[in-house]
């Protein structure tokens, strides 16, 4: 109809998911204390395991790596429920879904912006709560890296999740009730990539497969979010 | 000799049609667990190796299968719901969860009271095993969500969005949990492959169907209640004699 | 073969009929549940058709 298109309205599509994200962030620095209780959670999870099974050196630095990786696995699954939950009362999540923007790219850059606020945290906190069981420097870095590449993979899964759960009681341990089985080849390939550094084993078929994951997560997580927010929104 | 199938797939119709073919599934599933039984234990020979313990076999085989196979014609049920919107395909899924639930527990624990004689455990972190438990989380996961929502309609639809995403990756957690275990176990465990006389698969096979017209019946029956429930609004639900005081 | 022969499966006795047992009792709860539930959801539904015809009644 309007043969001018408003250029206010022509985002492209990396401005779109900038936007998202921006927007995102922004709100949740108004509650920080949310995001650093995530954070709080890893570490005294992870600070547990010592005391729970006792400070033998050599047995704390073989678990290290699935400790912090069942930690992180168990503090993306407490930010969950924030996602969509704010958007979806204040009526947001319904302009969204009416906006003409394709809802897989809103969707992604809300996917972001959570892994932003929990996963690379936990990331950059690792290797301090590595420290605290004898991880060796390479062991370390392999830990980082499986989790770059593994946390996004909680948090595209687990927004499928959260979409599901969108706004009914008991979300929060029915989110991960829903996620957590779907999470276990992350976790597998991530803890193997790190013992498979400690072991002396080539690292590169885990951190490959767990890119692959991540790839095909990118790839259908974001549609299907879309679609399992449609079906609760309706 | 046309049959309109599509007069099936109304809920009306199908709860009368379902009430006629439960009791054909579940008398013949007595039969057959009978005579599966008694090839399997009366006619099938004490296992060289494993001596009278290897008779679990009969049970845990097939209870593994349907536990496998309901979930795929669960997800496939839940799937053609969620597509084409047909809410009395969405009721057999929701039918279909708790049994292939069961069978899945069956699984687990025939396999352990056999493992803890031929491996001196009860529970090996063999992929077979592993999958197993995380289909029954799965199963778990499915029925949860649905119990979960009130409106019928919704809980379809998202507990078949939950079904198909977990069929698409049970194939991935199985794979990605044999390579863990070939890494950490290598070979500790080892599933003897003897060869099978013809009466234990006879026997195993009967079970198996047995299982299947188990699970039917069961089923059927399940999603009559499940009809009437979210039917009851309607005329024909209203007009049915066994409704009447 | 006597039966308590058979019932012992030389030394396995307790594994599979512990295995048989329990999926029989299994088999036994779920039909129970079932047949339960079919009769509350018929309960219901009489429980629904009174309470409209209290209402038609009194309008």
Redesign the interface.
């Known amino acids: 109809m309007n043969p001018k298109p408003d250029n206010k309205n022509r985002l492209s599509l990396f401005g779109l998911l900038g936007l998202v994200i921006s927007r995102d962030l922004m709100l949740a620095m108004r509650r920080r204390a949310d995001v650093l209780t995530t954070l709080i959670f890893f570490v005294m999870v992870v600070s547990l395991f010592p005391l729970g099974v006792g400070p033998e050196v050599d047995m704390l630095r073989k678990m290290a790596p699935g400790v912090v990786w069942v930690a992180a696995l168990l503090s993306s699954m407490l930010s969950l429920n924030r996602m969509f939950s704010a958007d979806y009362i204040d009526g947001t999540l319904e302009q969204m879904l009416l906006a003409p923007q394709s809802m897989s790219v809103l969707v992604l850059g809300k996917i972001l912006a959570h892994w932003m606020l929990s996963g690379l945290p936990l990331m950059l906190m690792a290797p301090v709560l590595g420290l605290q069981f004898d991880m060796s420097g390479q062991a370390l870095w392999v830990l980082v890296v499986s989790l770059l590449l593994g946390t996004p993979i909680l948090s595209m899964v687990g927004a499928v999740g959260a979409a599901l759960t969108l706004g009914l009681r008991g979300g929060g341990v029915l989110v991960s009730l829903l996620v957590l089985p779907l999470c276990i080849p992350v976790l597998i390939f991530g803890t193997g990539a790190v013992e498979a550094v400690t072991s002396g084993m080539e690292i590169a078929s885990h951190l490959s497969l767990l890119g692959a994951l991540l790839v095909l997560a990118f790839a259908f997580t974001p549609w299907v979010t879309a679609m399992a927010l449609r079906i609760s929104m309706e | 000799m046309a049959i309109n199938w599509f007069k099936y797939s109304a809920p009306s119709t199908f709860y009368w049609l379902a009430g006629k073919l439960a009791p054909w599934f579940a008398w013949p599933s007595a039969v057959l667990f009978a005579v599966g039984l008694y090839i399997g234990f009366f006619v099938a020979p004490t296992d060289a190796q494993q001596s009278e313990a290897y008779r679990i076999i009969f049970l845990h085989v097939p209870a593994s299968i349907m536990s496998m196979f309901i979930y795929l014609v669960m997800a496939c049920y839940a799937a053609v719901g969620l597509i084409f919107n047909t809410r009395l395909s969405s009721m057999m899924a929701s039918a279909l969860a708790p049994t292939g639930a069961l069978f899945a527990f069956i699984s687990l624990w025939t396999g352990a009271l056999w493992g803890k004689p031929m491996w001196g455990t009860w529970w090996v972190w063999d992929a077979r095993l592993t999958s197993e438990l995380i289909l029954l989380f799965l199963y778990f996961g499915f029925i949860a969500l649905h119990a979960s929502i009130d409106d019928p309609r919704r809980a379809d639809r998202a507990s078949a969005l939950l079904a198909i995403i977990g069929s698409v990756n049970v194939p991935i957690i199985y794979f990605s949990v044999k390579w863990w275990n070939t890494l950490h176990q290598g070979s500790t465990v080892k599933f003897t492959g003897t060869s099978m006389h013809a009466a234990m698969q006879q026997a195993m096979f009967t079970v198996l169907v047995a299982c299947w017209f188990y699970a039917i019946a069961v089923a059927l029956a399940r999603v009559r209640s499940i009809i009437l429930e979210r039917e009851r609004n309607t005329q024909w639900v209203a007009e049915l004699p066994e409704a009447r005081s | 073969m006597n039966w308590g022969e058979?019932f012992a499966?030389?030394?396995?006795g307790f594994?599979?009929w512990?295995?048989?047992g329990?999926?029989l009792l299994?088999?036994i709860i779920?039909?129970v549940l079932?047949?339960h539930?079919?009769n509350i959801?018929?309960q219901?539904?009489?429980l629904?058709?009174?309470a409209e015809k209290e209402e038609e009644g009194t309008t």
Request: proline fraction near 0%; hydrophobic fraction near 45%.
């Open positions: 058979f499966m030389k030394g396995y594994y599979v512990g295995s048989y329990v999926a299994i088999f779920e039909i079932v047949r539930k079919r959801t018929l219901q539904l009489r629904l058709r009174d």
